[in-house]
């Protein structure tokens, strides 16, 4: 059989190549692994948001019951709706919150073009018509 000698810059390009390929490999079971927790911790907030909702849901048909007489079960459903539209209240208040915080800085620190301000702006707006609607269908339920 035949010796083949690669030679060392040979030999040296393709350690080199391999530590590369294996860093690579690394790197992306890092990536993989940081996604696959990101979307656990989404599933965790979503279900503890369910699990507020349906608290608040059966808090506010027992009070019912107790007012108006009969079961908590009996007022569930108008429970849930309500409880439903209270959460998304908050949620949209939240995201008013961070709209307007965006847009104070944007001003302050003029780091934001004129038309992302008043886009902004807008959003806020559309956001607010949103909070007084659900707020107006909490109050007449």
Do not use: C, P
């Not at 294996?22 to 279900?47: G, H, Q, S, V, Y």
């Not at 208040?93 to 965006?102: D, I, S």
């Amino acid at each position: 059989m035949k010796k083949v000698n690669i030679g060392f810059e040979n030999w040296k390009k393709e350690q080199l190549r391999a530590q590369r390929e294996e860093t690579e490999k690394i790197r992306e079971a890092r990536r993989e692994a940081e996604r696959l927790a990101a979307a656990a911790a989404a599933d965790a907030r979503k279900a503890e948001a369910r699990r507020s909702v349906m608290a608040n849901a059966w808090g506010i048909a027992n009070e019912a019951a107790s007012r108006f007489g009969g079961r908590a079960v009996e007022y569930i459903a108008g429970a849930l709706r309500i409880s439903h539209k209270m959460a998304k209240v908050e949620r949209l208040e939240g995201e008013l919150f961070m709209l307007n915080a965006k847009d104070l800085s944007g001003g302050r620190a003029n780091t934001i073009a004129q038309n992302q301000i008043r886009e902004n702006r807008k959003a806020i707006d559309g956001v607010q018509r949103r909070i007084d609607a659900l707020k107006a269908e909490i109050g007449a339920a």
